[in-house]
């Protein structure tokens, strides 16, 4: 075999081990861009080491059969011709779209960092509800009220950010990135701007094209207690674990009085006051109150910051909504609140998998759904 072709294709196949190995064992942040980037780099290798040998052919043949499988199996891995939903999914119909994404949401965030918690909550409020569909963004009509108008949705925001990536998005890639993917793309950047982890979704979403205000009597309200909670999360298929896990969205973020002015008179039949709130917090709370309905209180001490303070504060009876104290004062979620108090790294580990898992529910892939042109209205 004439030595110099054995080299080429000695270290072209070298350059493929070492380059897929980084992209596995390495932040799953470089993934995109290793993946895109592999078939590039392979190109400029074939350009650098390999020139088309006068003499040998055959070994030339069997180099560019190798080259083929790989690009092959790379393109197994961007889910060419697929419906389904894969990490590089727009790598090659339009690959600036997740940096357009997170560019937008880093711009706003800046201005406003509250948005953080809003793009969460709308990613959350998303796919409980018909699935990661993007059905609550469409506005309502006059034949139909939609889920975004529902109380239990009127103090979700943030939906300026989503519309500005996205008619950034129609201009370089018109009809290629869904709502859905936007929204979800922009509460994983949301949750690493507020100094939480980092974490990569797949997409391929598609855009349901059903909004209706009766599909949110689905959403937990929040006089739920523990075991009603694990009920609902579990009929979504999250474990109570998971659930605690999402319930640490709360370490951002604001609740209004509205949403627990009910702990504080008339309880039940047999407290005016939910006996559950430390008596200082308590007082915290009916300060809050005394601005009205719409009074804003912080979930923990760092409203714009993701940590764990939000688990602490349970652990000192500081829960802000009955829904939040309950995890504590269960005997079935106690020691999952306790743990994720204790272990910052493990909260961390355990929201991301559980918001990946939440990224996925009921998503509508190829002819099930659209990509909406506007985010606002089925096409
Ligand atoms: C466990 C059941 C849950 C209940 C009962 C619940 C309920 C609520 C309520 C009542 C508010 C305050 C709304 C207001 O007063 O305007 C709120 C805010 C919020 N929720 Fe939840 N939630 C739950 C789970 C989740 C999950 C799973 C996430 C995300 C993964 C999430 C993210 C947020 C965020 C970030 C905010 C703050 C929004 C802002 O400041 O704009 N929640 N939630």
Redesign the pocket.
């Known amino acids: 075999m004439n030595l110099f072709s054995s080299k080429c294709i000695y270290k072209y196949i070298s350059f493929c081990i070492s380059d897929k190995s980084v992209n596995v064992s390495t932040h799953s942040s470089l993934n995109t861009f290793s993946d895109l980037h592999h078939i590039y780099l392979a190109l400029i290798m074939l350009k650098s080491f390999c020139p088309k040998p006068r003499h040998n052919m055959a070994t030339w043949n069997l180099f560019l059969v190798i080259m083929l499988m790989d690009i092959m199996v790379s393109g197994w891995r961007f889910g060419f011709g697929a419906d389904g939903l894969s990490m590089q999914y727009y790598s090659f119909s339009c690959p600036p779209a997740e940096g357009i994404v997170r560019d937008t949401v880093n711009k706003a965030l800046r201005s406003d960092p509250?948005l953080?918690?809003?793009l969460?909550?709308m990613?959350?409020h998303d796919c409980f509800i018909q699935g990661c569909d993007a059905s609550i963004l469409i506005d309502s009509t006059k034949d139909n009220v939609a889920e975004k108008d529902s109380p239990a949705n009127?103090?979700?925001?943030g939906y300026e950010v989503i519309d500005d990536a996205k008619e950034q998005l129609e201009q370089l890639c018109p009809g290629v990135v869904s709502c859905a993917d936007i929204v979800a793309m922009a509460s994983t950047a949301a949750v690493f701007f507020a100094g939480g982890p980092y974490y990569d979704i797949p997409k391929g979403r598609k855009d349901g094209r059903i909004s209706k205000i009766m599909d949110t009597i689905n959403?937990?309200?929040?006089s739920?207690n523990s075991s009603e909670?694990i009920k609902?999360?579990g009929q979504h298929g999250f474990t109570a674990q998971e659930?605690v896990a999402?319930?640490g969205?709360?370490t951002?973020?604001?609740?209004?009085c509205?949403?627990?002015k009910q702990r504080l008179s008339n309880f039940d039949s047999t407290h005016d006051v939910d006996p559950t709130i430390d008596a200082q917090f308590l007082k915290t709370l009916s300060k809050t109150c005394s601005g009205g309905d719409n009074a804003?209180q912080n979930?923990d001490s760092t409203?714009n910051t993701f940590d764990n303070d939000y688990f602490n504060q349970l652990q000192l009876k500081s829960g802000v909504?009955f829904?939040d104290q309950t995890l504590f004062m269960s005997p079935k979620t106690k020691p999952i609140v306790n743990g994720y108090a204790l272990n910052q790294a493990m909260f961390f580990m355990d929201f991301q998998q559980a918001?990946l898992k939440?990224s996925l529910l009921d998503v509508k892939e190829g002819s099930k759904g659209e990509v909406r042109a506007n985010c606002r209205k089925i096409n």
Do not use: D, K, Y
């Open positions: 509250t953080a918690a809003a969460i909550r990613h959350f009127l103090s979700l925001r959403l937990p309200a929040p739920l909670l609902m999360f659930m999402l319930s969205a709360h951002l973020g604001v609740a209004r509205s949403s627990f804003e979930f409203r909504l829904s918001m939440m």
